[in-house]
């Protein structure tokens, strides 16, 4: 994912990206089974040097969720059936996230005793801005349906079926498309850095961006 999303940012034809799942769910999460974290647990005897293996194959995954957000391209996630795991962390680094109205969410790594670390903990809650919730979420891994999601802003809309939601996100997306890339681009790189710095300092990092873009638009 990081190769694609980084190959997509450097895309001057790309301009919006559409995150959607081709099987019968979105996405059960990840298999972690079929990992490099597995095959240590597997194999590895000495349990110092499990865990320092470990500890560096987790960036791994993070990095690969991260590079959605680092894009500099809006993202849209399309949610149809289920999102579990790591599949919001997943869709957590999306800008724009809808769902079809048979969508369920599930933030389960409790129950398969780990604390979710592909970003769920730290971009969940700035996203839907209840810091309780997130915490019953996580602590009891209960399942939600599409309208809490949408009642909390972790999506913004809910679409009747798949076909209806890709053709609306097609439709927003081709809308995004039109606009000025550079404004757009920028406009995700402000709100990102805003997000992890104070208002002072997002307000410099703005000025700055509006200096360099300001003059070509007026030229």
Known sequence: MVECFNQL?????????ILSGAGKVFTAGLDLTDSDIFQIMMTETDCSRKAFKIINSIPKFQDSFTAIENCPKPVIAAVHSACIGGGIGMISACDIRYCTQDAWFQIKEVDVGLAADVGILQRFPNIVGNDSLTRELKYSARKFFS???????????I???????MKTILEMATTIASKSPVAVQGSKV?????????V???LDC??????????QRMS
């Open 159 to 165: 679409l009747q079926d798949k076909d209806q939601m």
């Open 206 to 215: 703005n000025a700055k961006w509006n200096m360099v873009m300001a003059p």
């Open 9 to 17: 940012a450097e895309d001057e034809e790309c301009r919006v990206v």
């Open 190 to 198: 402000n709100l990102v850095y805003s997000r992890d710095h104070s």
């Open 200 to 202: 002072r300092e997002g």
């Open 147 to 157: 309208d809490e999601p949408k009642s909390i802003g972790f999506v913004s809309r």
